[in-house]
């Protein structure tokens, strides 16, 4: 599937709703958007939702189970991880002559290298960044076109 026929749906930090072609939101600060839905706790309810201060970005995380809540923990001690957002957008295609729709749990800041990586890992529905997945980023466009250039002449 092409990211043109991926549409972003997602409330920008101006309190905006918004939605955009995906192949046109590369830019976007994703980790910013305000959450698609809050987290919400409730009695009797079987989740454990919930708020961390994550003293990355001095800014409360919510998170919808205490695995998310350990996760969320660890990325916080992270320091390839620059902020993290809960559920800040939601995925919109068609397949069959449906809509189906896809809302991440978190979207971070990392490094280039895994942030690539990460978004390649929802497009194709896999979820998981592997180190052929990041093989697959180029890193350094400029570092690389040298390289060629260079070994063209050898």
Do not use: N
């Amino acid at each position: 599937m092409a990211a043109g026929q991926v549409d972003v749906s997602f409330v920008c930090s101006d309190g905006q709703d918004r939605r955009e072609p995906l192949d046109q939101c590369w830019m976007q600060p994703f980790e910013a958007a305000r959450p698609i839905h809050a987290t919400r706790s409730k009695r009797g309810s079987k989740g454990f939702a919930g708020l961390w201060w994550f003293a990355t970005t001095a800014d409360h995380v919510g998170y919808e189970s205490w695995l998310q809540r350990d996760h969320v923990m660890a990325w916080d001690f992270d320091p390839t991880v620059l902020s993290l957002a809960p559920r800040p957008l939601r995925l919109i295609w068609q397949r069959d002559g449906k809509t189906v729709t896809h809302t991440p749990d978190f979207f971070g800041s990392l490094s280039h290298l895994i942030r690539a990586a990460a978004i390649r890992a929802i497009l194709d529905g896999t979820e998981t960044i592997s180190r052929a997945a990041m093989d697959a980023v180029r890193i350094d466009h400029a570092a690389e076109s040298s390289a060629r250039r260079a070994g063209s002449r050898q």
